[in-house]
Structure formats: C-alpha cells, structure tokens
C-alpha cells in the first residue's frame, strides 16, 4: 500500500483498545482514537487511526484482540491483511 493510506484497527471491545491506546502512547508512532467510520461498522465505538502500518504496530501490542483492519486510500476502506 502507498505511505500516505490510512488504516484503521478495529478492536474486539474498548478495553483492547485502550490497552493498545496506553502502549501506543510510549512509542513515537502517529496515531489516534475516532470513533468507527459507519462505512465499517454500526456498532459505537472508537478504533485506532493510523498512517502506520498495522503490522508495526500490531507487533507492540500483541496482547491486544485486533477484530479487523482496514486501510482507506482515499476513495475506499478494503480489508487489510498481512
């Protein structure tokens, strides 16, 4: 994928995702919590924003539960798989 795509890790429930938030927050990566685009899912919530690759950050937490991932070129949201 191009550098300047987005991704976006959706996680099991918010817990994960404020685990993966406190780890995150030691590390020099760009990211942030939004709420989930509604193009992904119904369900409130907030995920993981990122022009990281989920791979690199996935390897700090892998104690959280990562649901999907997806990464938005700037046109449309597709699966992304390792």
């Known amino acids: 994928m191009q550098r300047d795509s987005i991704y ?12 993966a938030e406190k780890r995150l927050k030691e590390t020099n ?10 193009h992904l899912s119904s369900d409130c919530g907030v995920c993981i924003k990122t022009p ?5 950050l996935l390897s700090l937490i892998p104690e959280a539960e990562t649901e999907r991932c997806f990464v938005f070129d700037g046109k449309e949201y597709v ?3 390792r």
């Open 29 to 38: 990566f760009d990211f942030e919590l939004v709420p989930v685009p509604r």
């Open 52 to 56: 990281v690759s989920p791979a690199e």
């Open 8 to 19: 976006y890790l959706l996680f099991s429930t918010i817990h994960d995702v404020l685990k």
């Open 79 to 81: 699966t992304y798989s």
